[in-house]
């Protein structure tokens, strides 16, 4: 079963802690990316990565981080430094960087008090 | 730097309706646009993907046009019915980047 997943699907967190939220996939693409969506926005894009070991800043940066040392894997942490980190976030693949179609993940609603 | 809108924001429609649902954006020089469904709390499943060498696509009762010198999409439902009720979004590519709209949330009811 080919697809990206992302995990957990709820996270609650006290302010001031980091927390890393997941996304795999199995699809084999080289291109992943990080997304927030807030209520009544479209989705901004935080980080983006067009092959393993690299990985570029998106346009809302600040305050995360990510890596990408696997194919597979593009993990996100939000650290303490984001302001206002409450969000639903999501993950997305591609074959490869640009014009190809974009496959998402089911999301991860991150709750911070 | 694209901007993308949709509009209406919100849109409610009796079971059967045809509908059209827009978007705009800013700068025609796009490589594709990509329509795409969103149910509440959940991720985004493609519904069409547009290349800008495109005028439209079609799968099922949906229809999507692309206008790039206009910088307009539609999308076009038939015969909607209640589970069509999601929120769609559009998002028009360019090298390297994404730009989404807000998106329409759509309601048919029964």
């Known amino acids: 079963d080919g697809g990206i997943t992302q995990s957990p699907k709820y996270l609650f967190r006290k302010e001031g802690q980091n927390v890393t939220l997941s996304c795999e996939q199995n699809?084999?693409?080289?291109?992943m990316y990080w997304y927030r969506q807030d209520p009544g926005q479209g989705l901004r894009l935080i980080y983006y990565?067009?092959?393993?070991?690299?990985?570029q800043k998106g346009d809302i940066a600040e305050g995360y981080s990510v890596s990408r040392e696997k194919k597979e894997s593009f993990p996100l942490t939000v650290t303490s430094a984001q302001k206002n980190p409450t969000a639903f976030y999501l993950c997305?693949?591609?074959?490869?960087?640009?014009?190809?179609?974009?496959?998402f993940g089911p999301g991860t609603r991150l709750t911070v008090t | 730097k694209q901007e993308v809108t949709q509009i209406p924001a919100a849109l409610s429609v009796p079971e059967g309706e045809n509908l059209v649902l827009n978007c705009s954006f800013t700068?025609?020089?796009?490589?594709?646009l990509q329509w795409f469904r969103q149910d509440p709390g959940k991720g985004l499943t493609s519904l069409l993907l547009?290349?800008?060498?495109?005028r439209e696509q079609t799968s099922g009762r949906l229809n999507a046009s692309l206008d790039k010198s206009s910088g307009r999409s539609t999308l076009y439902i038939a015969a909607s019915q209640p589970g069509d009720s999601a929120t769609y979004l559009c998002?028009?590519?360019?090298?390297?980047?994404?730009?989404f709209g807000a998106g329409t949330r759509l309601t048919v009811k029964p």
């Open positions: 997305a693949s591609s074959i490869v960087a640009g014009s190809n179609e974009q496959y």
């Open positions: 990565s067009q092959i393993v070991n690299d990985f």
């Open positions: 998002a028009v590519s360019t090298y390297n980047d994404m730009r």
């Open positions: 547009i290349q800008s060498s495109q």
């Open positions: 700068d025609s020089a796009i490589y594709n």
């Open positions: 699809l084999n693409h080289d291109a």
